[in-house]
T-cell receptor
Framework: KNQVEQSPQSLIILEGKNCTLQ??????????LRWYKQDTGRGPVSLTI?????NTKSNGRYTATLDADTKQSSLHITASQLSDSASYIC?????????????FGKGTTLSVSS | DVKVTQSSRYLVKRTGEKVFLECVQD?????MFWYRQDPGLGLRLIYF???????EKGDIPEGYSVSREKKERFSLILESASTNQTSMYLC??????????FGPGTRLTVL
């Protein structure tokens, strides 16, 4: 069964600290993996997209990694800010009989405190 | 910038009412989606549409219907709202490059 598992479920860190969020998937075939940031009460916004051949991709203080062999991805946030408080959702794209399908993780809720 | 708008940010309805949630995108995307998001369950696909007047059931279509009369507009309909349909509803559209663009969401409460 295609699944995306994220850990931890929630995380609290102090402003200025770094953190890493994990995403493990059992999705096949694999097309790409995206990380989304979702602020409270808002829709998700894309942070990064990674294809099979990409190992690392950065977007400002956000760095995503992908290990296609172990089917793991991580999102590293450097020098966290209060505005990083949000849910982070890992989404893997696959292909099925109906076409393109997105498999969503349940998200990690990050709280950055001062 | 792609823009996906939803008709309401917050909505309160009573059990049994017919509810319309509207979604409009301005990038001429063919693919549009309706999800609901609940704590601990993540996003779940209700319905999607690949073209005008075309619709496909997602993972949890029961209790919902959709309408796509124009390419830019995708409506979600709750024929007879129930309390278990209290949720955050997210509309999304997807272009040829594959990236999903989400609307701001509608927080629906059914009393």
């Amino acid at each position: 069964k295609n699944q995306v598992e994220q850990s931890p479920q929630s995380l609290i860190i102090l402003e200025g600290k770094n953190c890493t969020l994990q995403c493990n998937y059992t999705v096949s075939p694999f097309s790409n993996l995206r990380w989304y940031k979702q602020d409270t009460g808002r829709g998700p916004v894309s942070l990064t997209i990674m294809t099979f051949s990409e190992n690392t991709k950065s977007n400002g203080r956000y760095t995503a990694t992908l290990d296609a062999d172990t089917k793991q991805s991580s999102l590293h946030i450097t020098a966290s800010q209060l505005s990083d408080s949000a849910s982070y959702i890992c989404v893997v794209t696959t292909q099925n009989q109906a076409g393109t399908a997105l498999i969503f993780g349940k998200g990690t809720t990050l709280s950055v405190s001062s | 910038d792609v823009k996906v708008t939803q008709s309401s940010r917050y909505l309160v309805k009573r059990t049994g009412e017919k509810v319309f949630l509207e979604c409009v995108q301005d990038m001429d995307h063919e693919n549009m989606f309706w999800y609901r998001q609940d704590p601990g369950l993540g996003l779940r696909l209700i319905y999607f549409s690949y073209d005008v007047k075309m619709k496909e059931k997602g993972d949890i279509p029961e209790g919902y219907s959709v309408s796509r009369e124009k390419k830019e507009r995708f409506s979600l309909i709750l024929e007879s709202a129930s309390t278990n349909q209290t949720s955050m509803y997210l509309c999304a559209s997807r272009g040829l490059a594959g990236e999903m663009f989400f609307g701001p969401g509608t927080r629906l409460t059914v009393l």
